[in-house]
């Protein structure tokens, strides 16, 4: 570091803490403009020999704020050098991970391990779901007055049990009275539906586990008597169709996104020998994968209703396509990012 | 992580002041962001990203690319990744900052001291969702609520707003679950170092005029000193700042009013010198009191 030129010729000598900021001032400066340039166009932009100049640059300050706490009483100097180190410590310090790295990472290793280590939280996601179907089944076929409880208007969208059982398989297929626009609506709108259930699924977990089990088993009610409904009717086979194509993605991403939000709430409820707060970060990490994973597969489901369930029409396909597609995500789930054992 | 009161400083000033360990072990300072500075980030936030789908969506309307049908499911697409994949990819991006944290200039930082992971940024934006999105939500929804449902609602929605006013760093949950706090962007501002303004103006403090005062009084005079008046009031603040220092030192030469700045340029200098080196040999004095105290050192 070369010494600044000499301040305007002063009478006096400089005092130790001036001359000790005097010698360094050059290289303080250098780092601000190093700085001004990564904050404005990324880590990235820095050259080489620039990158290593501001890793030097920035030990140099931050061992120049350390002796100047110990021998200057110059405040302004102090709070300059404290917001300098600062500044330089968010570059120096920020992500270094590439975008596609970081993704890869996860698809390959992070959600596939994170499934596998909480399948006590999926197993209380799917619970939720069954039971919820179960019990709305029974209670259709006890009194199918209950449908209206379960189901909301929006989501019916005119399917009731009053409705004949030649409408209801209209709105299986295309081509019946039952025109293609509504099901397109309604095909979308039960996809931002179903994101938002899910994503509310997960971050309610966080209050003791409940509200996502009564969501997710809420759903499961709303599923149940709409099955009930379609099979009182003769339909089962067929609905069974037009559910699974995107519904074998869709319900497990939900039941995944309970499990999240149960990982959080166990967390609350039974730290072990963790306190509550860092129980809750550690689990988060794979509750928070679960979730992604959950996002994933919602995005997937609402491609194949919004697209494939229009092109297949027969229930066979259906079928196959729907229950397919749960074949690949166990697949991947159980298989990839596994050590390899020795 | 505790809260950090340099020595000297008053407490008003040093409340939201943390103290910041990173991996070179010397500590930092940040200024924990005010809920306002927050407030008015999150909302900058929803008026971006709602404003750009419903740009996109007037563009498109304009320019007949979709059918009804086609907008609302390039709507429904457009809402879905506008709200956490916006918060998760700008702070992975920019490093911890939306672009309404940009505006108002705070950022995300980790407790812990070290980088923010990729974790931490989508942990706290997903609890978002709960914390932000679904009271808004719920606001708009509110109508259509029988009055027990949405009592209970209200009732959380306060709770979960009330998080962060309560918890000691302004975190809210979604901060909590992932370790990190929201701090003002550092904006370092070099001034000039004001003994080297002080040529020989003549005013000689000998060890009894420079044993009075500490560390505290020393800077408060920087910060009178740092700003020269421009009013006549504030040269009579000086000179009667200038007048009751030359009596509490028992400084016993006349003082006229045209050389009280020069006298308080050089007093500082003097007073600088003096207290560091003290402060070298192990006295600190941390205020006018070091003498009563016994001195720290």
């Given amino acids: 570091m070369t010494p600044a030129a000499p301040a305007p010729a002063p009478a006096v000598d400089p005092i130790r803490s001036a001359r000790f900021r005097a010698e360094r001032e050059a290289g303080w400066l250098r780092l601000d403009v190093l700085l001004r340039k990564a904050e404005r166009d990324g880590t990235a932009a820095l050259g080489y020999d620039e990158a290593l100049e501001l890793a030097s640059l920035y030990r140099q300050a931050m061992n120049a704020l350390s002796v100047a706490r110990a021998i200057s009483m110059d405040k302004a100097l102090l709070t300059y050098l404290d917001a300098l180190c600062a500044r330089a410590y968010l570059v120096v310090y920020a992500p270094q991970e590439s975008l596609r790295g970081l993704i890869g990472r996860l698809l390959v290793q992070g959600i596939p391990q994170a499934v596998r280590r909480s399948l006590p939280a999926l197993l209380i996601g799917a619970l939720a779901m069954v039971l919820g179907a179960v019990l709305g089944a029974v209670l259709f076929d006890v009194d199918h007055s209950w449908f209206y409880t379960f189901v909301p208007g929006g989501l019916a969208d005119g399917r009731t049990p009053d409705a004949s059982a030649a409408y209801l398989r209209s709105t299986l297929f295309d081509g019946g009275p039952g025109d293609h626009d509504g099901l397109g609506s309604f095909a979308t709108f039960l996809f931002s539906h179903n994101t938002q259930i899910a994503i509310l699924t997960f971050a309610l977990g966080v209050f003791l586990t409940l509200p996502s089990f009564v969501l997710t088993f809420y759903n499961g009610l709303v599923l149940g008597a709409f099955w009930q409904m379609f099979a009182s009717k003769g339909l089962g086979y067929e609905l069974a169709g037009w559910l699974s194509i995107h519904g074998v993605t869709e319900i497990a991403a939900i039941c995944i996104a309970c499990a999240g939000g149960a990982q959080l709430g166990l967390a609350v409820l039974l730290p072990g020998d963790e306190t509550r707060r860092d129980a809750l970060r550690s689990r988060g990490r794979d509750a928070v994968k679960l979730m992604i994973l959950a996002g994933l597969m919602l995005v997937c489901a609402a491609v194949l209703e919004g697209f494939f369930r229009q092109i297949v029409q027969t229930t066979e396909i259906r079928l196959a396509v729907g229950w397919g597609m749960g074949a690949l995500w166990f697949a991947w789930l159980a298989l990839a990012g596994r050590e390899a054992r020795a | ?297």
């Fill in chain 2, 1 to 297: 992580m505790k809260t950090y009161a340099p020595t000297g400083l008053p407490a008003w000033e040093a409340r939201g002041l943390l103290r910041h360990t990173p991996p070179e072990s010397v500590p930092i300072t940040f200024r924990l962001s005010t809920l306002g500075a927050r407030f008015g980030a999150q909302t900058l936030d929803i008026l971006i990203t709602y404003g750009g789908v419903l740009l996109a969506i007037i563009g498109l309307t304009w320019a007949g690319a979709f059918s009804w049908n086609g907008l609302i499911t390039f709507y429904a697409l457009l809402t879905f990744f506008m709200r956490v994949p916006y918060y998760i990819l700008s702070e992975l991006v920019w490093n911890g900052r939306t672009l309404g944290k940009r505006m108002v200039g705070i950022r995300v930082i980790s407790l812990d001291g070290r980088r923010l992971t990729p974790h931490q940024i989508v942990a706290r934006n997903l609890m978002k969702e709960v914390e932000v999105f679904l009271p808004l939500a719920t606001l708009f929804g509110a109508s259509t609520m029988d009055i027990w449902l949405g009592g209970a609602l209200s009732a959380w929605m306060i709770a979960t707003l009330l998080v962060p006013v309560f918890s000691k760093l302004n975190q809210r949950l979604g901060d909590m679950v992932a370790g990190t706090m929201v701090v003002d962007n550092p904006r370092p501002v070099l001034l000039p170092d004001l003994s080297a303004q002080a040529a020989a103006r003549g005013y000689e403090f000998r060890a009894e005029h420079l044993d009075i005062y500490g560390r505290y009084e020393l800077q408060t005079l920087e910060a009178i000193l740092r700003e020269p008046p421009k009013s006549p009031e504030a040269r009579k603040r000086v000179s009667e700042v200038a007048q009751t220092i030359r009596k509490r030192i028992s400084y016993d030469e006349d003082l006229p009013e045209s050389r009280e700045w020069d006298f308080l340029l050089e007093f500082y200098r003097q007073q600088r010198e003096y207290l560091e080196s003290r402060h070298l040999f192990g006295d600190a004095r941390e205020n006018k009191f070091h003498a009563a105290t016994g001195g720290q050192g």
